[in-house]
């Protein structure tokens, strides 16, 4: 079964995301009080547990959900596989994939702590189409491809 293992916020672009114990997330928006929230279409940006594992195995030290700056930490569903397109149920929310992967920008924070970062291949991004609250252990559904 598909499950969030972390919401995470920040206040500042291009910096590591804190854990919430619960996120509110508004339609057309994104996660309330986070930097990435707005009006356009990677409002939400989430990332697998197993992606942060393989980095691990590769030797990268200290990953913990949101050093990748992923608002949502998911597990047992493969992100970056899903269309553009695809509408998931995540908690209390309805969001779905704008874009697979993102380009690095030069000086990217997480590249220089991390070594790599995986957010431009494995993380995808969504725009909430029905707010709601999602907090860890929820469960993720695909409801429509």
């Known amino acids: 079964m598909a499950k969030v293992i972390s919401v995470n916020i920040s206040d500042k ?9 619960e996120g509110t997330f508004k339609e057309e928006h994104g996660l ?3 930097a990435h929230a707005g009006n ?3 409002q939400v940006s989430l990332l697998g547990q197993e992606s942060i594992d393989t980095m691990i195995k590769l030797g990268a030290k200290g990953l ?3 050093k990748f700056a992923e608002n949502i930490t998911t597990e047992g569903i493969v992100l970056y596989k899903l269309p553009v397109g695809t509408r998931l ?7 779905e994939v704008t874009q697979i992967g993102k380009k690095c920008h030069d000086g990217c924070a997480i590249k220089k702590q991390v070594g790599k970062c995986i957010m431009p291949t494995e993380g995808i991004f969504t725009k909430i189409i029905k707010g ?4 860890p252990g929820d469960s993720i559904e695909v409801i429509e491809e």
């Open 89 to 95: 149920k995540i908690g209390g929310t309805i969001q």
């Open 32 to 34: 309330q009080g986070d």
């Open 13 to 21: 672009k291009g910096v590591i995301k804190t854990p919430m114990s």
């Open 132 to 135: 709601g609250t999602v907090k």
């Open 64 to 66: 913990v959900p949101g």
């Open 40 to 42: 356009w279409h990677r």
